[in-house]
């Protein structure tokens, strides 16, 4: 199946409203202009240096998403590229977004990642450490980030009783932040939920964005990487 058919009965499977992020890392401009030519405007990519790469041949009405692991000393080179950063997972990471929002003059939307997969992890937040950065008297200053909502991944298993959870898990985290700090604000809206082999259980459990990579543009090699 080509990049084309993928994205066509991918998007036959979403309902209106779940947000499509076509992940594009590792993948090369062929075939992320492939998807481009199917209509799709939003691409998601997990390294700072590729993204650049990226936004620098392609089309630049392309809405890029960063959804990989951020280390602060690269904020600043990635800032002015990305619309929306799904991985925040400490205050720092955010204040040093804000910062260099400010100074590129421009507001990112950003959501805040929690850990809710059974693996082991460096990444991702608890509620607990959420609740601390959004009741953060620094957090309320910040003028440069929107935060719009949260991101997850699930455990990698084929038990889809473990996957359904960790997904309500994520929505339950969402609705409670919700009613403590967002309750008069629609801009915190979205849930980052689901990747290929688990996103129909996502869209289920409330997902807004699904993250699609190799549904839409077959398995990765990472030997391809331009
Ligand atoms: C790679 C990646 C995806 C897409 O994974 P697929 O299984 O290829 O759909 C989604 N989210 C994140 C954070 C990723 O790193």
């Known amino acids: 199946m080509s990049v084309e058919e993928n994205l066509i009965q991918v998007r036959s499977t979403l309902p209106i409203g779940v947000q499509l992020v076509a992940v594009s890392k590792t993948h090369g401009d062929t075939e992320i202009m492939e998807a481009y030519n199917t209509g799709q405007r939003i691409f998601g990519e997990n390294k700072v240096q590729e993204l650049l790469r990226k936004w620098e041949s ?4 392309i809405e890029w998403h960063f959804i990989g692991h951020l280390q602060t000393n690269k904020v600043k080179q990635l ?12 205050l720092k990471l955010l204040s040093v977004i804000s910062k260099e929002a400010e100074l590129a003059d421009k ?31 620094e957090t309320r200053r910040m003028k440069n980030v929107r935060i719009g909502g949260v ?10 009783e473990i996957i359904k959870s960790e997904f309500e898990q994520l929505r339950s985290y969402f609705q409670q932040l919700k ?11 979205e849930i980052s939920m ?6 129909p259980i996502a869209v289920s459990a409330g997902s807004t964005i ?3 990579g190799s549904k839409i543009f ?3 090699s990472y030997g391809n990487v331009q």
Do not use: Q, W
């Open 58 to 61: 392609l089309p630049k009405d």
């Open 79 to 90: 800032v002015s590229y990305v619309s929306v950063i799904h991985s925040v997972d400490s």
């Open 107 to 137: 507001i990112i939307t950003v959501l805040l990642e929690f850990h809710i997969a059974s693996e082991e992890s460096k990444f991702g937040l608890s509620l607990n450490g959420a609740i601390e950065i959004l009741a953060s008297p």
């Open 151 to 160: 991101m997850g991944m699930a455990t990698f298993t084929e038990n889809e």
């Open 179 to 189: 009613a403590m700090f967002f309750a008069d604000d629609d801009l915190f809206c």
């Open 194 to 199: 689901g990747m290929s082999d688990d996103y």
């Open 210 to 212: 699904v993250r699609i």
């Open 218 to 220: 077959g398995t990765r």
